[in-house]
């Protein structure tokens, strides 16, 4: 159930982070072998960000677990950590990610035309 590409959308204010609102996307992909694909954008009042990332997952029904790293407080140290999410599926295009560091905010399934669409090269 998990396979494929899936979609978060905030809208303004997602959150109100010293520099004022911000509010964007991020899409997941998951692929083959535990490789998980993200694309992220963040809009504020100066502008958009986005970013690329590529990391591990690891699926085990009804828990997700995503490789990230631990920063020491003096910035000095890292260390690779899995972070543990237990899954809920609503529908077969809905899910929602618990008890976990990242938005309780809903994931929406990605249509396969509008992925077919982002992996074409743009003229």
């Not at 490789?67 to 237990?86: I, L």
Request: proline share 6%.
């Amino acid at each position: 159930m998990l396979a494929g590409c899936w979609e978060q959308i905030s809208h303004a204010p997602l959150m109100q982070p010293s520099s004022g609102e911000e509010w964007g996307s991020r899409s997941w992909c998951f692929a083959r072998e535990g490789q998980l694909v993200s694309r992220t954008i963040a809009c504020g009042t100066g502008g958009c960000d986005g970013w690329d990332n590529q990391r591990s997952y690891r699926w085990r029904p009804p828990f997700l677990a995503l490789s990230d790293v631990d920063t020491s407080a003096d910035g000095k140290t890292q260390t690779r950590v899995w972070r543990r999410c237990r899954v809920q599926f609503l529908t077969r295009d809905w899910m929602q990610l618990q008890n976990c560091e990242q938005s309780p905010d809903p994931w929406i399934r990605e249509k396969r035309q509008r992925r077919a669409r982002r992996a074409q090269p743009q003229e």
